[in-house]
């Protein structure tokens, strides 16, 4: 605004200039031109001869009169009077311009110092056009100006459009991974806000995209997994009955098939429960709120699904658990995985013909503790602190059995821990290993 204004005025001023400029051009070029035509054309001698009768068409210019030097009045009745600014400015400088809008100019120029025809005055009128005054006078001015006006909206607009421009730019690209530019947004105005606010759209869609990208990545890498996982005791399963259909008729060898194929089917259904609780874990689950559990028949139930197993492998399974409740605080689901998982490890890793026990019993103030032991191999030290860990077995566990993906401990130690249970593993001499989990039992 403040430059459109300065523009007009710039355009004002510029007119007035060149106008006057004009106005003493003018001066300077009539001026001695009247003055020759009377002094050395013989025109002033003529006029003085006869001034109630001298007047003169100079082609180009219009007529020229003659004045007396003294009184600034004509003594031919034709002439016209000169009007009170002429004979100011003629007093003042011995020449006088005046423009008469729409009517042409008159020059007025003294050019003897006395006598009849001292002063002449040659008024264009009808011959110099309104519109050649304004091509002579105006024009120049009103072009100075008119470029002085665009010149200076240019100067003060141009880096306006060259930051909307950059804008734009940066508003097609934003959220992508390559080629956001960002907007310069130094200027305290409304575009430097909004490149303000697009370098943070730009950067809040970047990291919902890489977030977006890293959960997907972690999912198909974790259907992969469980799908590889699931593919082994699938296809030993498929086996086994295969194998079983084609020993009809030897009771002992189908038979043996069958309860591999039967080890599958636990193993396939430990797995699945666990892949779904780590899934779970993963998204942030924990004990729902309020829920409560008898931990007797947590225990009971844990027992139940690996009794098959036990039998199979020749393992005997005592279970001890108290006769009143021990209720506590936690999802039922959840804690027979916990306790299912330590008695599963404890008949699949302990001794083939074994032993293994699990203990319910109140402990300290207020709290319980489920003891699962077996007499099998046990883990050595260095590997104690490593039970627990996602993926990890021993070695001694991959020799004996190729199933297994060091899940179950991992899933057991993290719902313990959301439940405030304390898990710890020790081990048994002479062999085996001890599994304690410790926490509260909800009072009565
Ligand atoms: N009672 C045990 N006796 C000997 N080693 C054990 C016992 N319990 C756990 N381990 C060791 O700890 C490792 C991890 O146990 P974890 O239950 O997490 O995995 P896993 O039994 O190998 O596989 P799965 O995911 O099917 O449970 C086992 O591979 C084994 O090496
Ligand atoms: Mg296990």
């Known amino acids: 605004m403040v430059g459109v204004l300065s523009s007009i005025v710039g355009a004002i001023a510029a007119w007035l200039a060149v106008g006057l400029s004009n106005r003493a051009m003018i001066a300077r070029t009539l001026g001695p031109e009247l003055t020759w035509v009377m002094r050395d054309r013989g025109e002033l001698a003529r006029c003085e001869a006869a001034p109630a009768a001298w007047s003169l068409e100079i082609p180009g210019h219009g007529k020229v009169w003659a004045f007396a030097a003294a009184t600034l009045r004509s003594e031919n009745p034709a002439a016209p009077p000169l009007d009170a600014a002429i004979t100011r400015e003629l007093e003042r400088d011995g020449v006088a311009v005046r423009f008469l809008p729409g009517a042409g100019g008159m020059i007025a120029i003294r050019v003897a110092p006395g006598g009849p025809c001292g002063v002449v005055a040659s008024h264009w009128g009808p011959r110099i056009s309104a519109v050649r005054l304004a091509a002579l006078v105006g024009l120049p001015g009103l072009l100075a100006g008119l470029a002085s006006a665009a010149i200076s909206v240019l100067a003060g607009v141009r880096p306006l459009v060259r930051r909307i421009a950059t804008a734009r730019r940066a508003a097609a690209r934003v959220g992508e991974r390559e ?115 008898e931990l007797g028949e947590t225990v009971d139930r844990a027992a139940a699904r690996l009794r098959f197993l036990a039998r199979e492998k020749g393992v005997a399974l005592d279970v001890a658990v108290p006769d009143e409740p021990v209720r506590v605080a936690a999802d039922p689901i959840a804690a027979e995985q916990v306790v299912a998982n330590v008695l599963e490890n404890a008949v699949i890793h302990g001794k083939p013909r074994g032993h293994v026990a699990v203990m319910l019993e109140r402990a300290g103030h207020g709290g319980f503790r489920v003891t699962v032991l077996d007499d099998g191999p046990g883990v050595v030290e260095e590997d104690l602190p490593r039970l627990g860990e996602r993926s990890f077995r021993s070695d001694a566990a991959r020799r004996r059995d190729g199933r297994g993906r060091g899940l179950g401990l991992a899933i057991s130690r993290e719902v313990a821990a959301r439940a405030g249970w304390k898990l710890t593993f020790a081990r048994e001499e002479p062999t085996g290993l001890r599994v304690t989990i410790e926490g509260s039992v909800l009072s009565s």
């Open 179 to 293: 080629g956001y530019e960002p907007a310069p947004h130094d200027v305290d105005d409304d575009l430097g806000a909004l490149a303000r606010e697009l370098d943070r759209a730009h950067a809040r869609i970047r990291a919902d995209t890489e977030e977006i990208h890293r959960r997907s990545t972690a999912l198909s890498q974790h259907v992969a997994d469980i799908a590889h996982d699931l593919r082994t005791p699938i296809a030993s399963l498929q086996l086994a009955l295969e194998q079983a259909l084609l020993t009809e008729g030897d009771a002992a060898a189908t038979r043996e098939l069958l309860v591999r194929a039967a080890e599958d089917v636990v193993y396939l259904g430990g797995l699945t429960a666990n892949l779904r609780m780590a899934t779970e874990l993963d998204d942030g689950w924990s004990h729902a709120l309020g829920a409560t559990v």
